[in-house]
Each structure stands twice: as structure tokens, then as C-alpha cells.
Nanobody, 114 residues
Framework: QVQLVESGGGLVQPGGSLRLSCGAS????????MSWYRQAPGKERELVAR????????NYADSVKGRFTISRDNAKKTVYLQMNSLKPEDTAVYYC???????WGQGTQVTVSS
């Protein structure tokens, strides 16, 4: 059974940083790409970043390019999202997603506010 558990969300001031983590279990983590999505109140869920199975290829939404970095530690079966220079418009619930299994984590709230 695929399980994804996010952590690391919270309240941060504009310009601050957070690092989200997503621990995976129930599948061979090293074999599959992973993604981060987010959903703000009243908006559709959107792709933030994706990373290939080995970690060599990454893609980002235009709105986060240059500020967010996705990475993974296959030995720890964990994918990360480092978020810098956070803006109020980054406020959302952030979800980890395993595309091959159409599996979502429970989400972690990120609030950017002064």
C-alpha cells in the first residue's frame, strides 16, 4: 500500500524559507518520479515541481522557478521541496504525489503572512 506523509509546513513571513519533506513507503521509491502540488483556497490544485526517479531531471511551475528546489534522497525514500523567498501567494496546502500510483499525501499547510 502506497503511503506518502508530508511534513514541514507552517507559518512564515514573506521572504522567509521552509523545507517540506515527503516520506514514502509501499513501493520501490527509487524507480519512480515524484511531484509536489499545491492548492490555494478557491483555486484548483496545481503542479509545483516534479523530479525524475534518479533525481537528474526537474521541472517547475513558472511561478516558483528560481525560488523553489525539489530534491530527493532515495536512501531515505524522501522527496523535499525547499522554498525560499516565499510570497503571500505561495499560501496553500502542499501535497506530495506519486504519479505512477496516482497516490496523494494528506497535505501540509503553508501560510505566508506578516
Amino acid at each position: 500500500q502506497v503511503q506518502l506523509v508530508e511534513s514541514g509546513g507552517g507559518l512564515v513571513q514573506p521572504g522567509g524559507s521552509l523545507r517540506l519533506s515527503c516520506g514514502a513507503s509501499g513501493f520501490t521509491f527509487t524507480g519512480y518520479a515524484m511531484s509536489w502540488y499545491r492548492q490555494a483556497p478557491g483555486k484548483e490544485r496545481e503542479l509545483v515541481a516534479r523530479i525524475s526517479a534518479a533525481g537528474g531531471n526537474t521541472n517547475y511551475a513558472d511561478s516558483v522557478k528560481g525560488r523553489f528546489t525539489i530534491s530527493r534522497d532515495n536512501a531515505k525514500k524522501t522527496v523535499y521541496l525547499q522554498m525560499n523567498s516565499l510570497k503571500p501567494e505561495d499560501t496553500a496546502v502542499y501535497y506530495c504525489y506519486a504519479p505512477r500510483f496516482s497516490s496523494w499525501g494528506q497535505g501540509t499547510q503553508v501560510t505566508v503572512s506578516s
